[in-house]
Nanobody
Framework: QVQVVESGGGLVQVGGSLRLSCTASGLTFGAYRMGWFRQAPGKEREGIACISYSGGITYYADSVKGRFTISRDNAANTFYLQMNNLKAEDSAMYYC?????????????????WGQGTQVTVSS
């Protein structure tokens, strides 16, 4: 069956960095656009970054543009979110997902598979 598994979350200080990874199995990885979402307590889940099939095109939400970088390694069935200059407001549960399209705001659409989430906490 399809499995999508995130890793790399944790506790970091303001201004620090983290790299999240997401590995998918049981699907044709290169046939999916991939994206990252996050959800803070009491807030709706928001899409923050999305990447094309080959990795050549990326999209970001304004809230993370210039600080976060999404990338993928199709040979390893894995994609990443490098998060730099983290802020307290970046604290959230982060989810990776596989879907069919990206919009200009960094949101992955037609999501068919979700990861279980990894917690990122940024302390001030």
């Amino acid at each position: 069956q399809v499995q999508v598994v995130e890793s790399g979350g944790g506790l970091v200080q303001v201004g620090g960095s983290l790299r999240l990874s997401c590995t998918a199995s049981g699907l044709t990885f290169g046939a999916y656009r991939m994206g990252w979402f996050r959800q803070a307590p009491g807030k709706e889940r928001e899409g923050i970054a999305c990447i094309s099939y080959s990795g050549g095109i990326t999209y970001y939400a304004d809230s993370v543009k210039g600080r976060f970088t999404i990338s993928r390694d199709n040979a390893a069935n894995t994609f990443y979110l490098q998060m730099n200059n983290l802020k307290a407001e970046d604290s959230a549960m982060y989810y990776c997902a596989a879907g069919q399209y990206c919009n200009d705001l960094g949101v992955l659409g037609a999501v068919s598979h979700w990861g279980q989430g990894t917690q990122v906490t940024v302390s001030s």
